[in-house]
């Protein structure tokens, strides 16, 4: 009758439904054949209702909530009333009865068809000439009490168990989606790691070593013995620095790889705007070519200052803008969220909640020469912005020559 995935239990108790019916009609049966009473039309009457539930129970198109459901309850009520005509005995089988119409009928019609089975069946227990008292009337009622409580109940307990199966399968993919973020965070660090290692290291030093060799070319004669060595090693450095470069773009992360960074974060307010917020982008000034690892620590920043605004502040509205100076670079990312106190962290976050918090945007600012603010108060939005010094090619500490 039910197509969906029942417990164990939940089978077990409905075949004792089949058995229960079926054995109140066999009970039926013999009474009538050992009293005399209608014996053939009431053997009859109950091999056709046996008949008649089988085929429903064997049929997938007999489901709950169903027209065909409700059809064939009609039925086998309208065989029931026959039967009751005929065996006072009948009446007992009201109670499996009041099991499947509230298990197979909408709850608004089951509850009326169980009152009705039940009058049905007090009325077989006066027509048959049954003693009339406070026990004929209250033994169908309460059988009816008790179906009404234990389907009810049941059903309760099924949608619990579905809730709590599905949210264990969310949990279950969250958690491995989880597991696949955290592998492409670490992924991403670590190439933003060895981009920055390569920048710091390899690179500068091959751009001193580059630097050198052209001032030592030209201290020396364009015929002295040297000066091809010189030439020579310098174009390797030059190869080398070049191919160092390259590294770099290419451990560079993956917003920075197709195009500048102006279109990074361009492409970062698009997918942060939603239905409950709008993120706006723009740039201020002429912009310049900037070294990677700046360009890192500005997209990280809005990155990491965009999802404090979306986990926390509940704000409407946030702006990115991007300024080049004459000096500097700067971003700033505003929103007119709830704000909060700074040194004590948004609202409802947690102290070390990992990633991109405030205090690593103050590493990165630190690491590259910048400085990072924070302006915010309760109820008044949050301001963050990172200054970068401009890089200028002398080859001095905390910034860029290659």
Do not use: K
């Not at 209250?138 to 709590?164: D, H, K, N, Q, W």
Request: neutral net charge; proline residues 7%.
């Amino acid at each position: 009758m039910d197509s969906r995935t029942h417990p164990p239990v939940a089978v077990a108790l409905r075949l004792c439904l089949h058995a229960l019916l079926v054995g109140l009609l066999a009970l039926a049966a013999v009474r009538a054949v050992a009293d005399g009473t209608h014996p053939r039309a009431v053997v009859v009457v109950s091999g056709a209702m046996a008949a008649l539930y089988a085929a429903g129970a064997l049929a997938p198109a007999v489901q709950p909530r169903t027209r065909a459901a409700a059809l064939w309850l009609a039925a086998l009520g309208a065989v029931w009333l026959a039967l009751l005509v005929l065996s006072p005995e009948a009446l007992w089988v009201a109670f499996p009865l009041y099991f499947l119409q509230l298990h197979l009928l909408p709850t608004r019609w089951a509850l009326p068809a169980v009152a009705v089975t039940a009058a049905a069946a007090i009325a077989c227990f006066v027509l048959h000439g049954g003693p009339v008292t406070p026990g004929s009337f209250i033994g169908p009622l309460i059988g009816a009490a008790v179906a009404v409580a234990t389907v009810l109940g049941y059903e309760a307990l099924f949608r619990e168990s579905e809730r709590r199966r599905e949210l264990i399968e969310e949990l279950m993919s969250t958690r491995a989606e989880l597991a696949e973020a955290e592998r492409t965070a670490g992924t991403l660090a670590e190439r933003e790691r060895l981009a920055r290692e390569i920048h710091d290291t390899l690179a500068q030093g091959l751009s001193s070593i580059q630097l050198l060799l052209r001032a030592a070319e030209r201290t020396l004669a364009a015929d002295a013995p040297a000066t091809a060595h010189v030439r020579r090693a310098r174009e390797a450095a030059q190869e080398n620095l070049a191919e160092a470069r390259r590294f770099v773009r290419a451990l560079s992360p993956p917003d920075l790889e197709n195009g500048s960074l102006a279109a990074a974060l361009e492409r970062l307010s698009s997918r942060t705007t939603g239905p409950g917020l709008t993120v706006q982008f723009a740039v201020s000034g002429t912009p310049v070519e900037l070294p990677t690892p700046y360009e890192v620590a500005l997209l990280r920043t809005a990155q990491s200052a965009l999802a404090n605004t979306v986990r926390h502040a509940g704000a409407g509205r946030a702006e990115i803008t991007l300024s080049f100076m004459d000096t500097s670079v700067s971003l700033d990312v505003v929103d007119d969220g709830r704000g909060f106190t700074p040194g004590l962290g948004p609202v409802g976050a947690d102290q070390d909640t990992g990633g991109f918090g405030l205090p690593a945007m103050r590493a990165r600012a630190r690491s590259l020469g910048g400085t990072l603010s924070v302006e915010s108060a309760p109820g008044q939005g949050a301001a963050v912005a990172l200054t970068l010094p401009l890089p200028i090619p002398d080859g001095r500490p905390g910034q860029d020559a290659a």
